[in-house]
């Protein structure tokens, strides 16, 4: 069996609300010292590479840009695997339009005045846009109902917040979307396909490979674990965000390690 490599979420597993979560600089410098591979993968498409990138830094995880996986890059490779690289509407914040802009798609802003398009609208993506107006619902649901494909980046409809509570997520707007739309969307996202390829490419694992060397560490049983279980991976599951232990005993879904948070999967690695 490989040695192990790690796909790892962001929020209520490293930090929550970008305040970091203790034992997560030291899970990544075991990772680092045993030479393994590694990705963070976050279903927020709103921060851009180099943020995420400082974000990372200022808690003790320096990573490189070809670690960092979101689901706003998974939204540009579905696009352009489908073909589609103009004639874009978006609803969401800096990190998305960077990922739709690297992949060669020009995004128009959603509930701007842009004027006119010179392309017929081909697709609605939608991430988490904290600045999330009427305007825009407006203007994704009239391009939607006109026949523009419907992209949501994730189905998240809470993160974690600092205080410990949640606060809405990504899916909360998607669903106000897809209620005035009368469409449900393609989700590029955990737990569906397409986040997941672009995870396991930047790990340099090769499709027909044996993946269950690859571990998704994450705090949801929904997304993260699910996620794990329907690609063949291993899943750890990290008490420190939405999922708590009373929410786990309830659950059909199993992960396959429980942990209290990183740095107890820390300790575990130094133990192994």
Known sequence: MAAPAWIVDLDGVVWRQGEAIPGA?????????????????????????????????????????????????AA??????????????AVGEAGLFQA???????ALPAGQPVGMPS??????????????????LEAA????????????TNPDLTVPARDGGVVPGCGALVAAVAACS????????????????????????????DRSHVVVVGDRLDTDVTFARRGG?????????ITRREDLDRSEIRPDYVFEDLGALAEALAGG
């Not at 927020?44 to 979101?70: C, D, F, K, M």
């Not at 449900?184 to 027909?208: C, D, F, M, T, W």
């Open 233 to 241: 991976l291993t899943s750890a599951l990290v008490l420190t965000g």
């Open 119 to 136: 392309v017929r609208l081909q697709a609605v993506v939608v991430g988490i846009d904290r600045s999330f107006t009427y305007a825009k």
């Open 182 to 209: 009368g469409m449900r969307p393609v989700v590029v996202g955990k737990p569906e396909r397409p986040i997941l390829e672009l995870a396991l490419a930047r790990l340099g694992v090769r499709e027909g490979e």
């Open 141 to 152: 649901c009239r391009a939607i109902r006109a026949g523009s494909r419907f992209v949501a």
């Open 76 to 89: 540009a490779r579905y696009l352009v695997d489908q073909g589609i690289r103009e004639g874009v509407l």
């Open 25 to 73: 600089a030291r899970f990544f410098e075991a990772v680092r010292a045993r030479g393994q591979a590694a990705v963070v993968v976050s279903n927020n498409s709103a921060p851009t590479v180099e943020t995420y990138l400082e974000q990372l830094r200022a808690i003790g995880i320096p990573l490189e840009r070809h670690q960092v996986v979101s689901s706003g890059m």
């Open 100 to 106: 739709l802009r690297e992949a060669g798609i020009e």
